[in-house]
């Protein structure tokens, strides 16, 4: 999935995709329901990029790799299997499960 707009998506079926492009731009997940998997790496390396989750899962089977944008969540769970690299943007969490499967190394 490649990203032309901030968007939202709404799904009461959980989404899966092989690669996620935020293409400088933001996903929010719309509802609890709107779960979501990618199997391939993240990078948001924009301030316009970013990933909101609200109360809705997030499964990351391969790496994330954050050095700008904006990386949230206020429930759920969110389930990193690969490394987590945070060089810069703002990482919020609040009320979400957090189960790390690899590494996380926070330099800001």
Known sequence: MKLADNSTLTSDE??????????????????STSDLTVQNAI???????GILTG????ILLSSLNMSQGLLGSTGGT?????DFLKSGGTL????TDLELKDSIKIDK
């Open 14 to 31: 959980a989404l899966n995709f092989v690669n996620l492009n935020l293409n400088d731009y933001a996903l929010t997940l719309g509802s």
């Open 43 to 49: 990078t948001i390396d924009a301030s316009t990029e």
């Open 55 to 58: 109360e809705a899962d997030l």
């Open 78 to 82: 969110w389930v990193l299997s690969k």
């Open 92 to 95: 919020t969490i609040s009320q």
